[in-house]
């Protein structure tokens, strides 16, 4: 499958103008509104016409069949996932010749929407967050669960809770020079020391936004990206390991920080790339929480386990530094896209489109995700 597929088009919605309005109690858009903006933007960004299009997938957040209706698309092929299981999906299709092109469409109006992500009123329709399970006994969100495991995790390794607060510094300094992120103003660490806890030891510097926008990615086969007018970028590698015994009890997460998971997918990434860690120029991890990134370092052989919190302070973050992590900002401060805008920064960085935050002589990019029990990774090259 490496490089069958490769990203012609992305297109994003306004990330910062909307969070000012939401903030002052406008509601801009809804999601379907979201994901049709975006997706008309990709569409001038690769310059094809909707009709070239056989393939939708749609983020968890829309119905596949209304965000088709909404998109004015009849495809042959389609469905719905997350941002990393889109693109892994996504090349499935194409290499087994079920689509030629496919749009990957993502809108969330979860700020404008007052969506709740932990407290008594946390939305969970369909049971999909193990956490839920633990309702009762006060553990009803993500943050504290990232609390539990990254407070383990530091006793463990004799590491100070405080360890986290270079991977916000850096990676809002990387959203200081990306015009399209939410939050631009530069950090310092005494700005992360002075922050409140919201579940200790995560601070508010920890956690992610919630804010509305869409994300939308077209991918088709590598022979049709090569004759638009982007340079095309191809998808090299994907690996996924799941970690399912024991998922609902937490135990993946808080005895083994997913490691099994993440080396499984490690191997598969790296061997159909034939790349390796020291080849990518930039990562691009998940993170909804800063935590998200010792434990991919780690899982995907950066550095050992319990060494991440020295790598990150010997290495700086920085989209100029010595490993560029989150080039434009990440969930921490771009934007909260659920792992999607993940994917546009990694596209435009390999087309060298990353203006003041750009990564010299970037050729490789990988996104590494590891959220509700399982690990998703791509490799994007030039």
């Known amino acids: 499958m490496k490089r069958a597929a490769a990203v012609m088009g992305v297109g994003i919605t306004d990330w910062a103008e909307d969070y000012k309005r939401t903030r002052a109690g406008e509601r801009p858009n809804d999601s379907y509104g979201y994901a049709a903006q975006a997706f008309t933007r990709a569409l001038a960004d690769c310059g094809i016409d909707r009709s070239q299009i056989d393939g939708l997938i749609v983020g968890p957040t829309t119905s596949y069949e209304r965000t088709g209706e ?50 008594s009123s946390t939305s969970n329709p369909l049971g999909i967050f193990a956490y839920v399970y633990h309702t009762p006994w006060g553990m009803t969100s993500q943050g504290a669960l990232y609390a539990l495991m990254f407070r383990r995790y530091c006793e463990i390794h004799g590491l100070p809770l405080d360890c986290l607060g270079p991977i916000a510094v850096a990676q809002r300094a990387n959203a200081s020079r990306n015009p399209d992120a939410v939050m631009k103003k530069e950090i310092t660490l005494d700005d992360y020391a002075k922050a ?59 005895f083994d920080f997913y490691l099994p998971a993440q080396r499984a997918a490690a191997r598969q990434v790296y061997d159909m790339a034939g790349l390796g860690p020291d080849d990518m120029d930039c990562l691009q991890i998940y993170d909804s929480f800063s935590c998200h990134i010792p434990f991919a370092l780690e899982g995907f052989g950066f550095c050992g386990e319990g060494e991440a919190a020295g790598l990150v302070k010997r290495k700086s973050l920085r989209f100029d530094g010595e490993l560029p992590v989150n080039t434009g900002g990440g969930n921490l401060s771009e934007s909260y896209m659920q792992g999607w805008n993940h994917q546009v920064e990694a ?3 390999l087309r060298g489109e990353g203006g003041a935050r750009q990564v010299k002589d970037c050729n490789h990019a ?3 995700c590891d959220m509700g029990g399982k690990v998703v990774s791509v490799i994007y090259g030039k």
């Open 347 to 349: 596209v435009r960085q």
């Open 70 to 119: 909404i998109l004015g698309m009849d495809v042959g092929w389609g469905g719905q996932a997350d941002a990393g299981m889109a693109v892994i999906q996504a090349c499935m299709a194409i290499k087994c010749g079920l689509a030629r092109t496919i749009a990957l469409v993502y809108g969330n109006d979860q700020r404008s929407a007052a969506v709740q992500y932990g407290g």
């Open 196 to 254: 409140a806890f919201v579940c200790e030891p995560l601070r508010l510097l920890d956690y992610c936004l919630v804010n509305d926008g869409g994300v939308c990615m077209i991918i088709s086969e590598a022979s049709i990206a090569e004759k638009g007018p982007k340079q095309p970028v191809y998808i090299e590698g994907i690996g996924r390991g799941d970690l399912n015994r024991g998922a609902t009890s937490l135990e993946p997460r808080l």
């Open 366 to 368: 990988q996104y590494i």
